[in-house]
């Protein structure tokens, strides 16, 4: 074991105590109890083993720190000042408070903080993302390490991490859990039951260590030896007690998220030697670059389709990712349905960067969200109904992390025929229209949905492009070029007397409508609103004053929050401007599409029937 100095670790652990209380109680909230049990664990990881040039946090070769158990940000924030990042007025003033970066859960506003957490089991599966880039991508050797808080191993995601981590063996990894055996009400499930939560550890594949999260040599050793598992991700459950350093709130329930009254705060830090300014500069990385670095010459060969060629836009999704993979950095996740979303394609023309995470879409998520971290361009994706209904909420941490991720899901809506409602999802537009910052494609053919594919790895933010599962005519030309935010108008002309929009499927089953209600004779154009978000405001408001103001939307969604909520979102300041809207009403069944989608109430004749009555023919 390398030396260690006890002495000058335990005034640093003090620092630290005293440094969560002053900002805790002086913002008069946060979490103070919670990062007073896991003092010891970061001042002996803060002093010894982490690799880390504070002021370069760009650094590739640096360590990573992930605050899995994000409401104990007071102890995070002190780290910071006893680094020299952030300094005591920013410490003591600005905790919590409007403005300031010390938010009462960490985020990437401050360049130290990998992602965003607070929503617990979230951390450990972004670390594991982190390690993987580090492992199978960057190949450095940098340490990823998490604090955990033991109230989150109640949660399901926890274990898919650690499943993965040792799938991918992940020996760079080590978790380190605050075992302080009080959650917000009470006891957690196995309060200080080590050997429970061991053995758990243990059946995922991953080392455990059990240690006194108080004994600073015994912390310092099993750090030391996480390190030397070069197959194994190590979980370290260390036994503390919650509020340890104040007698007064010790091991004592009722106190989880509150700041310690002035007065009590007063005494504590007075009894932990006053307040300090130790400076700890950090141990220094060793050079290195990652083996992959970006290459923005690599020229890219989309793949194409001729006009009438009926092609589903999960395989156009495939074969692009596929020729996308001659970019470096672009790297592929896949829930276990690479061979019905056609991302498998990527993995037979670029293995190395293809990554198997099974059943298991919050981890494929958080993984992507990890990889982003490293700078890598993440495309993950699986059926639309599972990257809403299971992953969903890492999603939408993902947009307050600031990662830019790219979500593929396949299999929407009515249109996927006999699988039946489980399957079909009807909720993941107005879901991701509402993640901050999203951007949010719709295409309806194979060309249209290679060239967004493409922009997509060029997004900001998380992007999410939605594919059908049957093949449809393609209706545009190769090159023809299609800008997020923008709209495609078919059959216009001047005298036209309503504007039929659809996005994906309904697209072509407005075109059927246009078709059939020529004969009435009533002229519509048909507006193909591929992008979602952002929405094509102008050219919508554009068509609709040529068409009389008359608007029919169709889609293959449940109403609330779907492409007609954008639309009358978009036109609700617009006057003279009527819309009807047909979209999915009542629980769908099994059966085939065309009966689905007549049942849904969107198919041609319907939409026949919306928009005669528009225009009072």
């Given amino acids: 074991m390398s030396e260690f100095d006890t002495t000058a670790t335990a005034k640093l652990a003090s620092q630290l105590r005293v440094d969560s209380i002053r900002c805790s109680s002086k913002a008069g909230s946060g979490h103070a109890t919670s990062s007073l049990s896991a003092a010891d664990l970061m001042a002996v990881l803060m002093s010894s083993e982490l690799t880390y040039d504070w002021n370069k946090p760009d650094l590739a070769t640096n360590d990573h720190l ?41 985020t990437p506003v401050l360049p130290w903080v990998d992602v965003a957490t607070g929503s617990l089991g979230q951390g450990l599966p972004d670390a594991v993302g982190v390690a993987m880039a580090g492992r199978h991508l960057d190949k450095l050797p940098y340490h990823v390490w998490v604090l955990c808080g033991d109230s989150e191993l109640a949660e399901g995601s926890v274990w898919e991490a650690l499943d993965k981590a040792s799938l991918y063996k992940l020996g760079n990894l080590t978790a380190i859990v605050d075992v302080n055996r009080l959650g917000q009400q009470g006891p957690t499930e196995f309060q200080w039951d080590l050997d429970e939560y061991s053995r758990r550890v243990e059946a995922f594949g991953a080392k455990a260590v059990e240690i006194d999260g108080h004994d600073l040599t015994a912390i310092h050793r099993a750090l030391e030896e996480s390190r030397q598992d070069s197959d194994r991700p190590t979980v370290i459950l260390a036994k503390t007690i919650k509020g340890k350093g104040v007698p007064d709130v010790e091991n004592k329930d009722g106190w989880h998220g509150k700041a310690l009254p002035d007065e009590m705060a007063d005494v504590a830090i007075k009894a932990l030697g006053g307040v300090t300014s130790i400076h700890i500069d950090g141990n220094a990385p060793e050079p290195g670059t990652p083996a992959i670095s970006a290459d923005p010459s690599v020229p890219i060969t ?57 059943i298991a879409e919050q981890q494929m998520v958080a993984s992507a969200v990890g990889m982003s971290v490293r700078g890598y361009v993440p495309f993950a994706s699986s059926f639309a109904a599972f990257l809403t209904s299971r992953a969903f909420d890492f999603i939408r941490m993902a947009a307050i992390s600031g990662v830019d991720i790219r979500l593929v899901g396949s299999h929407a809506g009515a249109e996927i025929g006999a699988d039946g409602p489980s399957q079909m999802a009807l909720e993941d537009i107005a879901m ?9 494609l719709y295409p309806c053919d194979a060309n249209s949905t290679a060239h967004l594919v493409e922009a997509m790895a060029d997004l900001d933010g998380v992007s999410y492009l939605r594919a059908t599962r049957g093949g449809y005519p393609v209706l545009y030309d190769a090159d023809e070029e299609f800008p997020v935010g923008g709209s495609k108008t078919h ?104 009966d689905l989608l007549d049942a849904a109430g969107i198919s041609a004749r319907h939409i026949v029937t919306a928009a005669r009555r528009l225009v009072g023919a």
């Fill in 66 to 106: 992930i605050f899995s158990k994000g409401h104990a940000s007071p102890l995070l924030y002190s780290m910071f000042r006893a680094a020299g990042v952030i300094d005591e007025d920013e410490l003591i003033n600005t905790y919590r408070q409007f403005g300031g970066r010390l938010q009462g859960h960490p």
């Fill in 432 to 440: 991701m229209r509402a993640v901050h910052g999203s951007t949010v």
């Fill in 491 to 594: 059959r216009a002309g001047p005298d036209d007397q309503v504007t039929l929009v659809g996005a994906g499927v309904t697209v072509h089953e407005c075109l059927q409508a246009a078709e059939q209600l020529a004969e009435v004779p009533v002229r519509a154009r048909v507006v193909d609103m591929y992008s979602l978000k952002p929405l094509d405001r102008t050219g919508l408001i554009e068509s609709a004053r040529q068409t009389g103001g008359r608007v029919v939307v169709v889609e293959d969604h449940y109403p609330e929050g779907g492409i007609g909520a954008a639309i009358l979102e978009s036109l609700a300041d617009v006057p003279d401007i009527r819309v009807e809207t047909l979209a999915v009403q009542g629980l769908p069944t099994s059966g085939a599409t065309a």
């Fill in 302 to 358: 989309l793949p194409s389709w001729d006009r009438g060629e009926e092609v589903p836009t999960r395989s156009a999704f495939g074969k692009t990712l596929a020729a996308l993979s001659s970019r470096p950095k672009v790297v592929a996740l896949d829930g276990e349905v690479g061979n019905s979303t056609h991302a498998g394609e990527f993995e037979d023309v670029c293995p190395e960067r293809y990554f198997q995470m099974y």
